[in-house]
């Protein structure tokens, strides 16, 4: 059988990244490698003595239009394509003076990070890379004989595959190489197609592509015996993606899931207005409350479900200070989110030791437009994120009697809650804070029954002689089919609901909150999330 090893003789290197850049040229050249490079690529390394040819010599044309045109040659691109020991290729080759390419080294222009930093429209423009991408797919193609390195991280294995090779590279290496190469270009060319599906408005375009790179290959996914993997898109938005762990084992597939509900939930919360605390567990909020203090909301959404809190997801939208760490970590919590922490509280958390602490530099904007992915046999669902807030809403009372200033302070309250809360959702809530809540269920006056019970079972553990749903105000995420779901919280103390509305017994349920003395609320927007 011929050998697959593949001797590099001749390298092109063209890096927008140029981080080991000269480190991996000077090491190729004291492998007797050959370099040919571009524009900066050439400067850096010309400049720290590497012998180095430049692509314009190559091609015999200058660098034209600001660089866009250096590559886009036969004399770059016959030598990544030549099937080596091919008659017909190797004659094209000698005829047309090509020289082969056995390694390329491409990092492509900045796209992503442009559009992160906000740059106006003309600079994303002029980051979109066209030789690059070209380049790699070439080289990727022919890795029968070219290898093709598109990750500085890459830089390390490359000369440790030459230097056990004598100089060359095997199929497998190549074949590894190559498959990363198109992956990385088709995640390019999404993060494009994506930023321009977002300019022209187009909600739906004909094409949708997801691209992300891997952050963490995970333990497991949702369960042990699946495998799983987090990946980052690039998109600028404050969260798990952007967080620096300071301390604590690694996250896990459900870990992730859990700390993402719970900070987008609580950065309903703002920070200039309120603290804000919420607990999570299994993508569901256990208590959630905002307070003059972090440690007050913590203890008023503790209270809510003490025990499901047990192993949850806390998150809070303000610095995380030592008060609120102390108590935080006086129960078992899986994982702390917030946008900053004080040393104090990072030195209390870390007594903890598999207590994770998640910093992310920042609140996510409720409000911000964005698209949320779905797989479904065969596809995927694609549809805007739910940033809809309810101070933007056109709130519309339908009951005889209005709620009072205190109630629709909490109806406001209970109502951000409710757009976090699997459906059927129904939260009930007092004086800035979550008193029970009814998640998931099939129909809503179950839902509404478990958040009564959930209420009486945290009152009895506070302490008290009746449930805090007595006075409390209730949210829920869609209309009222009927009009039970309301009266089962009438019956458990509510005083006043809010609801999207737009059921067909409309009329019925306003009718019944009249007689039960509630005041009704509604929104116009539903909030499911199944």
């Known amino acids: 059988m011929p050998s697959t090893l593949r001797t590099v003789s001749r390298a092109l290197l063209s890096v927008s990244d140029k981080s080991g850049l000269i480190d991996l040229g000077k090491a190729l050249e004291g492998r007797d490698v050959a370099l040919v490079s571009t524009g900066g690529t050439h400067a850096a390394l010309k400049a720290a003595g590497c012998a180095v ?16 045109v250096k590559t886009l040659h036969p004399k770059v691109h016959g030598g990544l394509l030549a099937l ?18 056995d390694l390329l080294v491409v990092n492509l222009y900045p796209f992503e990070a442009t559009v992160a930093a906000g740059k106006p429209y003309d600079d994303c423009i002029e980051n979109i890379d066209i030789g690059g991408p070209a380049m790699i797919r070439a080289a990727a193609k022919n890795h029968r ?50 930023w321009f599906a977002g300019e022209l408005g187009q909600r739906t375009p004909d094409y949708f592509a997801l691209g992300g790179r891997l952050a963490e290959p995970m333990r497991y996914g949702e369960n042990p015996h699946l495998s799983a993997g987090f990946y980052r898109s690039g998109a600028p938005r404050f969260g798990v993606s952007t967080a620096r762990q300071v301390q604590g084992k690694a996250l896990s597939f459900n870990n992730i899931n859990d700390t993402d509900a719970a900070f987008e939930l609580v950065a309903e919360f703002d920070p200039n207005r309120t603290a804000a605390v919420a607990i999570i567990k299994h993508m569901n909020p256990c208590g959630v409350a ?30 995380l200070d030592a008060e609120a760490a102390r108590a935080i970590t006086e129960i078992f919590t899986e994982v702390i989110i917030a946008p900053d922490a004080t040393d104090e509280a990072i030195r209390l958390v870390k007594a903890k030791k598999n207590l994770r602490l998640l910093l992310t530099g920042g609140l996510p904007d409720p409000r911000e437009a964005g698209r949320a992915v779905r797989t479904v046999s065969g596809g995927f669902l694609l549809q805007d994120r739910d ?3 309810v101070d933007d809403m056109d709130l519309r009372v339908v009951t005889k009697r209005s709620p009072t200033a205190r109630e629709l302070v909490d109806l ?12 059927n959702a129904i939260v009930y809530a007092r004086d800035g804070a979550t008193v029970g809540i009814g998640a998931g269920q099939m129909s809503r ?39 039970d779901g309301l009266l089962a919280a009438a019956a458990a103390g509510a005083t006043a609901v809010i609801q999207p509305g737009g059921s067909m017994r409309d009329s ?15 929104t116009g927007i539903r909030h499911f999330r199944h």
Request: a negative charge; proline letters at 2%; aromatic letters at 8%.
């Open 53 to 68: 040819s430049e692509v314009s010599d190559v091609t015999g044309f200058p660098e034209m239009m600001d660089g866009r």
């Open 84 to 101: 080596r020991g091919d008659p017909e290729h190797e004659a094209a080759l000698l005829a047309h003076d090509i020289a082969p390419i």
């Open 145 to 194: 004989d070219v290898v093709v390195i598109v990750d500085v991280e890459d830089y390390a294995a490359l000369l440790a595959e030459l230097d056990a090779n004598n100089g060359a590279t095997t199929l497998a290496f190549r074949r590894k190489l190559a498959a990363k190469a198109y992956a990385r270009t088709g995640a390019y060319d999404a993060a494009i197609s994506t």
């Open 290 to 319: 905002e307070g003059e203090t972090l440690i007050d909301a913590y203890q008023k959404a503790l209270r809510c479900d003490s025990v499901s809190a047990f192993g949850g997801i806390v998150a809070l939208n303000r610095t």
């Open 387 to 389: 940033n809809a807030v």
């Open 412 to 423: 406001k309250f209970a109502f951000r809650v409710a757009k976090h809360v699997k459906s």
């Open 445 to 483: 006056v179950d839902s509404s029954r478990i958040a009564a019970w959930k209420a009486e079972e945290a009152s009895r553990a506070a302490g008290l002689s009746e449930t805090m749903a007595k006075g409390s105000v209730v949210a829920s995420d869609a209309f009222f089919p009927f009009a």
């Open 508 to 522: 019925e349920v306003i009718a019944a909150a009249d007689e039960a003395g509630l005041a009704m609320v509604l």
